[in-house]
């Protein structure tokens, strides 16, 4: 998924020069893609690492010197500087360096520390670096190096303009959701999950947003490849509030603004970005074949046990393979956060595809018919229900923040967090009323096994007291 930022930078220095400017803080993950440019489209260079890590620990030291420094004595001083040494070249390690590379400098900085005030404890040192030892915003502020990193770009300008610069980039992010300590919890978390699991609800991506209040004016611009939509975008300290000026929402791009004057306080924030499988073409058609096979799986139900039939047979087992082969390109296609995003739909289909290649295979080896009539069940009732669930993800109301939404009326004045609450109640109402739908569905399909149905002469009627026989008096 492809996010960007947009920022203004207003340089300080009075005098025309090769301006550093920050353009924020970013994952440490690699980003191969990562490219910069100013308001008239032009590439900027974006400083190297190692050059990042000595503007990043020179920033860092100026920042914290003057508070380190405050207590040390003259004669002092030298010995103090050649412990902040070491520390600059530990914060540039830290900058530098991987996560867990970084936090494990982090850990050694702590330990020379120690070692050193534990020789000098008694000196001016000692106490110089007593302080920063019991420093819990020093150790923080070194645990967010580690966690992120400034990244500076040169931009050739007058200093005392205002430049819009644009950062456009491809995000790689775990997917990890939150996990509880306890097992009942946990299994209560999964059942809830299950209807963004299976396609039929939304699924958030929270990210942390560090430069919001950095710059002017903040924009994330959320790009969606194909097989996933967004539904609704917007920062998580305004999620109880309607959607504003600042939040554009289509189906393949989202944007969220955020303006910060010079007056107010920075405050870091969250974007949430509510995704789901896009209802395309691909979800329609995989409905239909998921039918066909239904179809299929109840005519092999109905003859299975009929011995002159073979060529019929072979037929239905003909319908049976081909839906399934074009149901398996639909199943892998696509990038990989659309594959994890549709992986729920994709099992269902993968396994509905699996049973009606086993119902190929007996009817291609001429079991006997009550193996053919249990497989064909089985492929009935499960293409019922994976029809179902399909047609779902392509019909269901999503509370869109779009022009494609069919609610647009209700979306306008509803919040996100309440459009992500309808949404959620629906597709729980659906997942627990639909396989209560297929059960009796197969009840019927059993009751009515050697009748004939469509053609009886009190075809629906019949139909419906299968359903209902032997459930209801």
């Given at each position: 998924?492809?996010?960007?930022?947009?920022?203004?930078?207003?340089?300080?220095?009075?005098?025309?020069?090769?301006?550093?400017?920050?353009?924020?803080?970013?994952?440490?993950?690699?980003?191969?893609?990562?490219?910069?440019?100013?308001?008239?489209?032009?590439?900027?260079?974006v400083?190297?690492?190692?050059?990042?890590?000595?503007?990043?620990?020179?920033?860092?030291?100026?920042?914290?010197?003057?508070?380190?420094?405050?207590?040390?004595?003259?004669?002092?001083?030298?010995?103090?500087?050649?412990?902040?040494?070491?520390?600059?070249?530990?914060?540039?390690?830290?900058?530098?360096?991987?996560?867990?590379?970084?936090?494990?400098?982090?850990?050694?900085?702590?330990?020379?520390?120690?070692?050193e005030?534990?020789?000098?404890?008694?000196?001016?040192?000692?106490?110089?670096?007593?302080?920063?030892?019991?420093?819990?915003?020093?150790?923080?502020?070194?645990?967010?190096?580690?966690?992120?990193?400034?990244?500076?770009?040169?931009?050739?300008?007058?200093?005392?303009?205002?430049?819009?610069?644009?950062?456009?980039?491809?995000?790689?992010?775990?997917?990890?959701?939150?996990?509880?300590s306890?097992?009942?919890?946990?299994?209560?978390?999964?059942?809830?999950?299950?209807?963004?699991?299976?396609?039929?609800?939304?699924?958030?991506?929270?990210?942390?947003a560090?430069?919001?209040?950095?710059?002017?004016?903040?924009?994330?611009?959320?790009?969606?490849?194909?097989?996933?939509?967004?539904?609704?975008?917007?920062?998580?300290?305004?999620?109880?509030e309607?959607?504003?000026?600042?939040?554009?929402?289509?189906?393949?791009?989202?944007?969220?603004?955020?303006?910060?004057?010079?007056?107010?306080?920075?405050?870091?924030?969250?974007?949430?970005?509510?995704?789901?499988?896009?209802?395309?073409?691909?979800?329609?058609?995989?409905?239909?074949?998921?039918?066909?096979?239904?179809?299929?799986?109840?005519?092999l139900?109905?003859?299975?046990?009929?011995?002159?039939?073979?060529?019929?047979v072979?037929?239905?087992?003909?319908f049976?393979?081909?839906?399934?082969?074009?149901?398996?390109?639909?199943?892998?296609?696509?990038?990989?956060?659309?594959?994890?995003?549709?992986?729920?739909?994709?099992?269902?289909?993968?396994?509905?595809?699996?049973?009606?290649?086993?119902?190929?295979?007996?009817?291609?080896l001429?079991?006997?018919?009550?193996?053919?009539e249990?497989?064909?069940?089985?492929?009935?009732?499960?293409?019922?229900?994976?029809?179902?669930?399909?047609?779902?993800?392509?019909?269901?109301?999503?509370?869109?923040?779009?022009?494609?939404?069919?609610?647009?009326?209700?979306?306008?004045?509803?919040?996100?967090?309440?459009?992500?609450?309808h949404?959620?109640?629906?597709?729980?109402v659906?997942?627990?009323?639909?396989?209560?739908?297929?059960?009796l569905?197969?009840?019927?399909?059993?009751?009515?096994?050697?009748?004939?149905v469509?053609?009886?002469?009190d075809?629906?009627?019949?139909?419906w007291?299968?359903?209902?026989?032997?459930?209801?008096?």
């Amino acid at each position: 998924m492809e996010s960007g930022q947009q920022g203004a930078a207003t340089p300080q220095v009075q005098a025309v020069r090769s301006l550093l400017v920050p353009l924020g803080w970013f994952p440490k993950d690699r980003l191969p893609d990562l490219q910069v440019s100013d308001g008239v489209g032009a590439t900027l260079p974006v400083l190297t690492r190692d050059e990042q890590g000595r503007v990043a620990a020179s920033l860092f030291t100026d920042r914290w010197q003057a508070t380190a420094f405050a207590n040390v004595p003259q004669y002092a001083l030298r010995g103090v500087e050649e412990v902040w040494d070491v520390i600059r070249t530990a914060v540039e390690r830290i900058v530098t360096s991987s996560q867990d590379g970084a936090f494990l400098v982090i850990y050694r900085l702590r330990r020379f520390l120690a070692a050193e005030h534990y020789r000098a404890k008694r000196a001016a040192r000692g106490s110089f670096i007593l302080s920063l030892l019991k420093s819990s915003r020093f150790w923080e502020s070194l645990g967010r190096l580690a966690r992120i990193r400034l990244m500076v770009a040169r931009l050739a300008g007058v200093p005392g303009e205002t430049y819009v610069l644009t950062i456009r980039f491809t995000e790689p992010f775990t997917y990890s959701p939150q996990r509880s300590s306890s097992v009942v919890k946990e299994i209560i978390a999964s059942i809830r999950r299950l209807p963004s699991l299976l396609g039929v609800a939304s699924v958030p991506i929270v990210r942390d947003a560090g430069n919001a209040g950095q710059a002017a004016s903040l924009w994330v611009i959320f790009q969606m490849p194909p097989g996933i939509e967004s539904v609704r975008c917007f920062w998580r300290s305004h999620e109880a509030e309607v959607k504003g000026d600042n939040i554009s929402v289509d189906v393949t791009k989202a944007a969220l603004g955020k303006h910060h004057s010079p007056t107010s306080e920075p405050r870091a924030d969250s974007s949430v970005l509510d995704i789901q499988v896009a209802a395309t073409s691909d979800v329609t058609t995989t409905a239909i074949l998921a039918v066909i096979l239904f179809f299929v799986g109840a005519y092999l139900y109905k003859i299975g046990a009929g011995g002159g039939a073979s060529e019929l047979v072979a037929l239905a087992s003909l319908f049976a393979a081909t839906p399934a082969a074009a149901a398996g390109v639909l199943a892998y296609r696509g990038p990989s956060i659309v594959r994890r995003i549709g992986r729920g739909p994709r099992w269902l289909l993968v396994s509905l595809i699996v049973m009606a290649a086993l119902v190929a295979l007996a009817v291609g080896l001429r079991q006997p018919g009550s193996v053919i009539e249990a497989l064909g069940l089985g492929m009935a009732i499960y293409g019922f229900l994976v029809g179902g669930l399909f047609v779902a993800v392509r019909t269901s109301p999503r509370w869109r923040w779009n022009e494609r939404s069919r609610r647009s009326r209700l979306t306008a004045r509803t919040s996100a967090a309440e459009c992500r609450a309808h949404q959620m109640r629906f597709a729980r109402v659906l997942l627990l009323c639909w396989p209560i739908i297929v059960f009796l569905f197969a009840h019927a399909l059993i009751g009515l096994h050697r009748a004939s149905v469509v053609n009886a002469s009190d075809f629906p009627t019949n139909a419906w007291r299968a359903m209902w026989s032997g459930i209801v008096p």
